[in-house]
């Protein structure tokens, strides 16, 4: 984590009111891994009383995206892993603390990064017993497509061509032929040209509930159209106003 985002400025005059809080903690005993079990209780406590809607959860995704503190940074690196429990990831965090901490000699210093650490923790933590842990968020059409309503008009149309049905499952065999379709979009930029193909597979997959592996639409950018392909690609032109 950029340690300037970290600590900020530092100033000389803060040390003097860093020492005595040092001192007030060492002497109370509160140890970092006792203030943080507390934080967690309260973070925990506080998500068991918020009535999760769609609206809410989609709300909540977000502020945990950006959340940027240094528990934050810690925390959603290791929650990436399949191979950790809750406690072990706190675990992580902590030890990612102290390793910090021992590079500080400056009391004004631990104490922002204390402050930081357990203010941090009670903020994600929050969302993500909030979330339940599901704090991943599937990308969608929306995510990769630009222009506010690009998504909501491209679904329409393949609902009007009977290529998808209302809850977006994909009714045709033909696999090839859509994905040249969403290819023909990304070289138009509609769909966003720093997408890779993967990213795309994986918002295609989300969207329309079926599996697109990647030689399949590495071949089918490849193949020459069909009638079919062309009549939906000038209607798609005209619909986004692509040159073709």
């Known amino acids: 984590m950029d340690q300037k985002k970290l600590y900020g400025k530092w ?21 970092i891994q006792k203030m943080l079990a507390i934080r967690i209780e309260k973070a925990r406590s506080k998500a068991s009383k918020i009535e999760l809607t769609n609206k809410l959860k989609n709300e909540y995704l977000i502020k945990y995206d950006i959340q940027d ?39 004004s210093k631990l104490m922002i990064l204390q402050e930081n650490f357990l203010n941090g923790a009670e903020h ?14 599937e990308i969608r059409l929306s995510d990769i497509m630009i222009g506010e309503k690009s998504a909501e008009h491209f679904l329409l149309f393949l609902k009007d061509k009977k290529l998808i049905d209302e809850n977006h499952n994909l009714l045709v065999d033909n696999k090839s032929s859509f994905i040249r379709i969403h290819r023909f979009l990304k070289d138009h930029h509609i769909i966003n040209p720093d997408f ?24 089918a950018v490849k193949t020459k159209l069909t009638d079919f392909e062309e009549v939906l690609f000038k209607e798609l032109s005209i619909l986004f106003n692509i040159r073709y």
């Open 11 to 31: 100033f000389f005059w803060d040390e003097l009111a860093g020492y005595p809080m040092m001192l007030y903690y060492w002497i109370k005993g509160n140890k």
């Open 196 to 219: 890779q193909g993967n990213t795309i597979i994986e918002a295609m997959e989300n969207e329309y509930n079926s599996n697109f592996d990647a030689g399949t639409f590495s071949k």
């Open 124 to 137: 994600t933590l929050f969302l993500y017993f909030v979330l339940e842990g599901k704090i991943k968020r």
């Open 69 to 107: 503190n240094f528990f934050s940074y810690h925390f959603k690196n290791i929650d990436e892993s399949r191979y950790h429990n809750f406690e072990e990831k706190i675990d992580y965090c902590l030890s990612s603390y102290r390793d910090e901490a021992k590079r500080n000699l400056s009391s």
